[in-house]
């Protein structure tokens, strides 16, 4: 027993498990977080039925897709309309193993970490080009053209912005990375007098493109080409499809914040009388408040089961709070909660983002991609290099 | 930073100033193209005659200090000097051939000059090359600039076809010669063509001979198919034929020269230990070539590809040369090479100018009276056509006079006897077209001919004088 | 646990990925087909540069050849109206000859290599050290400066030729 938990692969084995588990229970949620955000924006209430506050909706609608009837179009290409999906899902899933969550929770740690994440993502794409090609469908085939050059034009954009991180780190690893912000004492989306926040916001926009989101959902524009690459998908390959693209969304969030937002580090990592506040008050203001805030929701609920699965929920999240008080618990999940809190402002400003902006037109979305945002990433990189260099 | 690392010093930008200045001058083209309207886009076109004479006058800087540049990835000698000027001087001449040829054609464009510079480019890096790696991305941007400068005419149809051709068998040669690099490399552990030699020597480290065997037979596959050589020709005629006029002229000058200097370079370094191995191959390969291409070229009736054909007989010819394995070998093959440029830039502007918009009469017969309507240009032509047959005293004859030498020095009695006949056999085709251009009545083909432009006029000349001084004076490059 | 032992079983288990997807590209009749098998079998010559250690060449032979070139070629086969290339001869009829080349080429592998002496010696591998990537820059921009720079000079001349051959005015 003992020589197992000493082992190696054992972190590493275990937090895959955790990952393939939780990857798609946290991909549904964060579709319900969509739904209410974006109902937020439009006035609505979103989800209700389900659960408190639609709390259960996702688990409804993961055993709603489960269950539903695999429907494989006629003259489908079957062999590649099976694969297209799993090959998306793995790329996604695969592509969280370099992802550093803390300096010592990780899968693996490789000196190439940022390249296998745009390898994996540049893989995802034979998953969608092939799937709309598979289905044999005009729709379908149009939207995964349309995805594929979409992803080819933006990919280098966003290696551009990522190789000005790169530079700044002197390193591809992504847990190096991270330690060359801790070092350098500055997150380094702030470094260099505030000129990398050039790359970061290019970043941001063309991962946005990357992950086919508005205003860049031209691939699933369902006023033109109904539901886009997946239209003829349904069931649990759709599922998958549904799966991998919001892993997606994950992958690219924790790379910015790897990157850009000093991954584990808190805000400040260098001020230390900032370490009582950050470290502990505010990890447990947020819990412990989001658990309070529920309490008044409690009012609106039609039904005493609901009413107590709430409070179940808000003491939870009290708990959790409670949970940073103890030093050595956190020591160990500080750098988690700052972490993931970071990744979910990012997620929550892409939402933003897809409830504010009206969709692009394609060739607007080529435009940018081509003549604005790969010349600026360039531009970005050298001046970063030149500048880099001056402060030795 | 590597602890190791040194900096290239002054002397070694001098060493690859012509490569600096024809792809920056390329580069500027692009450049200036967008902003170019397009009555003017001639402009560009002075613009690359200007970078080819400054790479030349870089050519012969850098050949004042000759020595290794780029860590020796690059060694500057006399016979990369000799040959970058030729590949130079050839970009250079098929230039003012494109002149009134593009602007006839309606065709005009910064990327045509700008291609040409970059495949000239790509030949001086090949023949400077001391690595194979540098010698095989120098061959692939000659080559791929080449492809497209094949297919330049998109509209026709033949134009489409030879690039097509030219772009898949090229691709697929160049993927011999890089397997057989990568054999090499394999066997020997470095890519350097003197430390290839080096470990080919020494006794102790000889590699198998297998692998070596597949690696030299690997990479004459590569060079064969880029010097036109039988049986890897097939493409020629098709892509001379469809290619524009200057392109082909400078297909079979540039490119062919480039690839031969290298093959020269690669067999008598780096292979020198093998030669017992390959000199017998390359005994075949010339014989073949000279019969295919002579033989072949009997039976043409378009004059593009009777000059594909009388283009892979020649490459037999340099064949025989580098067959004979030798110092006098080596200087017979580039003398060879030299005099063969003027000829066949000489006969395609000819080609080029006589043929009309849409290359309409490119047929022997059209040929008919043009030594009586335009004595000049036909005499310019004869003289070129002796040369190509090897009549004395034009510089064809003493081309193959030195190369037959050679040969008979180095005890090859049979490919010599076997050449000579061959060159018999050639004058057949060459002098039915002087008979055409003299005895013949002239018929439509001559109507309506322009006069010829003043480029043309210079290129025609300056081949047509340069295979008579050559002929006359062969001590002034030998 | 013996990593030997793994690092064999995952030699043959990408060798059979290599080879399985050359001979699928080549016998498949749909150039979909083609194409993934040739995926397929890159994805095998990754696999093989990752045992080597070379993690860099492993990123980038996955990032470029499958996630760029094969791509694009799926983005062309799939403009294609495959149909009718499917009742088009194949060129691929010469297999008797084909399968005799690469049973001589086997023989001469195996051969070779039942003599190692007459190999050169394997690049010994530095254990510790800056990482791959750094080693693979610092041979680069040194003793490859040249051949890096002209590189490029090669794929400036492709991309003006592209444009010469899909520009709309010539």
Redesign the interface.
Known sequence: MESILNSPLFIPLILTVVIVCCVPLVAGYLSLVERKILADFQVRLGPMRVGPHGLLQPIADALKLILKEDIIPNQSDKAIFWMAPAVSTFTALTAFSVIPFTETLHVADVNVGLLVISAMSSVGILGIVLGGWSSNSHYSLLGSLRSGAQLISYEVALAFALLSGVMMAGTLSMTGIVKAQAERQVWFAFDNFGLMLVPFVIYMIAAIAETNRAPFDLPEAESELVAGFHTEYSGLRFALFFLAEYANILVIASVAVTVFWGGWLRPFPNVSWLAWPLEVAFPLAVFAGSGILCIPLMRRLPSQPQRLFLLAVAAALVLIGLLFLIPAVNAAIVGLFWFFFKVSLIVYAMIWFRGTWPRFRYDQLMNVGWKRLIPLGMAAVMVNAVVGMLRG | M?A???P?SGVEYIR?LP?IIL?AVA?LI?VLEPLTPAPRKRALGYLALAGFAGALAGAAAAGWRTGP???G??EVDGFATFFRLLVILAGLLVTLVSFPYLRREE?E?G??Y??LL??V??QT?MVSAA?L??LF??L??SS??S??LA?????EKLANEAAAKYFLLGSFATAFLLYGIALIY????TTRLNGIAQVLSDPR?A??G??TG?AVALMLVGFAFKISAAPFQVWAPDVYQGAPSPVAAFLAAGPKAAAFAVLLRVFMTAFAPLTGRWLAIMWSLSLLTMIVGNFAALLQTNIKRLLAYSSIAHAGYVLVAVTAHSEEGVQAAMFYLTVYVFMNIGAFAVVAYFSRKGERYVEIEDLAGLGVRQPVLAALFAVILLSLIGVPPTAGFLGKFYIFQAAVKADLLWLTVLGLLNSAVAAYYYLRLIVIMYMKEPGDSLLELPGMAVSTRAALWTSAAAVVVLGLFPALIR | MNPMWIDTLFFYFFALLVLGGGVATITCKSAVHSAISLIVSMVGVAGLFLLQHAEFLFAVQIVLYIGGVMVLFLFVIMLVNLDESMQMRQFNRQWLLAVAAVIAAGVQAVWLLSKPADLPAAVPQVPGGPGNVQRVADVLFSQYLLPFEIASVLLLAAVIGSVVMAKKRL
């Open positions: 590597p190791n690392f040194v290239p690859v490569e792809a580069t692009m540049a780029f860590s990835m690059l065709a464009s990327e045509y700008a291609l970059y495949s480019a790509g890096i690595d790696i540098v991305i120098g692939e941007i791929i600039a492809y497209v297919g330049y005419m998109r509209r394999g066997a020997t552990g480290m590699p198998a297998i692998l597949t």
